[in-house]
């Protein structure tokens, strides 16, 4: 059977709107964030320069859809990590895990700082850093109440601590490497014995 | 006795270079880093633009100084912080706590992300912060020979895992919780006992 035609051109719609994402991550990645312009998005894409302003108003607009998509899929991940695990400790170990190959792969893909710059002053970015933070915190707190981690600091402030600490596997060279940072970062969770 | 001439000329050049720092700063925190021109700077510095660019070419230039002047100064504080220190153990904490401290003040301090986009492009501050590294890895290593950390995890990577992790000071309201941030930290580097 047939789609109908309103599918077909939703469908159509979203192919366009993704190629968009995809074709200005590619050409601001290739030539930094200030070169970009929506000629060159447009012609990249295949389509015309008005269609494009149908879709988006500016690159900024653009890279902004880009990083909403990435993050969502990144906070779908952290989400599936935690749902998957069969207890608190490994639960906690699977959120912190899957969180340090994320930043290992956002530092390595990131089309820089500047873009980083001008994402993080949009709102939607800070809500999306706040969801992060709450998962994560959730872990914690479950992994509190398991005695399984440290109760004399907040589960809110270990989250704060989880959440740069692992970043640091943006710096780090391999999966090994970022799996020894993940060690750490529980390590420092541990109930204080002395 | 008066100062010679020469040495006066030099106080004055040292002076006026402060004030344009001190200004600059100033104004981007006020006014954001895109709408501050050499014109405002030199008005509000009290000097001709003429005079205003026998010190620097232009605004980034400008910043790049200021931000070296007060790298410079966290690092000799952190090399105070260590070298003030008793032992291998105190020294590390010292350093932590100092560094902690720093990150606190620069994230609330600091003008923007706009603008430390635009500083960690410069190689001087990538050198920094390879001397902060260098600095903190050895006070590791210190720490390593003593048997008081894990030796399972190289000094550089630990390294890297502390100055992260210490960043979320950035993120903390106050003292008491930078204090927590580092115990956190020190515990991650404990031996792993298990």
Not at 132 to 139: E, G, K, P, W
Request: proline letters at 4%; charged letters at 20%; one cysteine or more.
């Amino acid at each position: 059977m047939p789609r109908l035609w309103n599918e077909t051109i939703e469908a159509h719609r979203r192919d366009v709107h993704q190629a968009i994402l995809d074709t200005t991550a590619e050409l601001v990645t290739e030539r930094g964030l200030r070169s970009v312009t929506m000629a060159q998005i447009a012609e990249r894409t295949g389509i015309g320069r008005a269609t494009l302003y149908k879709y988006f108003p500016d690159v900024e607009a653009i890279l902004v859809a880009w990083h909403d998509q990435h993050v969502a899929g990144h906070l779908q991940n952290l989400a599936d990590a935690r749902s998957t695990a069969a207890d608190p400790a490994t639960r906690l170990h699977a959120v912190l895990a899957a969180y340090a190959h994320i930043a290992h792969e956002m530092s390595h893909r990131h089309p820089g700082t500047e873009l980083s710059a001008l994402l993080h002053r949009d709102e939607r970015v800070a809500h999306a850093q706040q969801q992060l933070h709450d998962l994560v915190r959730d872990a914690l707190t479950e992994a509190a109440h398991a005695g399984i981690i440290r109760a004399d600091v907040t589960p809110d402030e270990l989250a704060t601590y989880c959440l740069h600490s692992l970043t640091a596997a943006g710096d780090l060279p391999s999966t090994e490497s970022i799996g020894r940072l993940v060690t750490l970062t529980l390590a420092g969770l541990q109930p204080d014995e002395r």
